[in-house]
Nanobody, 126 residues
Framework: QLHMQESGGGLVQAGDSLRLSCTASGRATTPYSTGWFRQAPGKEREFVAGIAYSGGNTDYADSVKGRFTISRDIDKNTVYLQMNSLKPEDTAVYFC???????????????????WGPGTQVTVSS
């Protein structure tokens, strides 16, 4: 079973940057893509960014394109989300999740993910 753990959240001002980390521990029997999702109070959970197991494919929500960058360090079993030019509307709990059974695809649907971390809070003040 694969366990996901997020870190790096915090309170920042608009325009600042944060880097979130998602570290996987345990054993995965199949390749998996990793997605970042977020959920703001009173809103549905939404896809933010994803990276394929191969690392060659990435995908982003329109709201974060050009500001956020997803990357992975295979040796560290860690996926990063570099968030620049943060806005108050980026405030949310950020989750990472693994979608098993794919090597090159990025899964954007949250129901396609099997292992979820507990989340990390990101708060952007204006």
């Amino acid at each position: 079973q694969l366990h996901m753990q997020e870190s790096g959240g915090g309170l920042v001002q608009a325009g600042d940057s944060l880097r979130l980390s998602c570290t996987a521990s345990g054993r995965a029997t199949t390749p998996y893509s990793t997605g970042w999702f977020r959920q703001a109070p009173g809103k549905e959970r939404e896809f933010v960014a994803g990276i394929a197991y191969s690392g060659g494919n990435t995908d982003y929500a329109d709201s974060v394109k050009g500001r956020f960058t997803i990357s992975r360090d295979i040796d560290k079993n860690t996926v990063y989300l570099q968030m620049n030019s943060l806005k108050p509307e980026d405030t949310a709990v950020y989750f990472c999740a693994a979608a098993f059974g794919t090597t090159t695809a990025v899964i954007v649907a949250d129901f396609g993910h099997d292992s979820w971390g507990p989340g990390t809070q990101v708060t952007v003040s204006s």
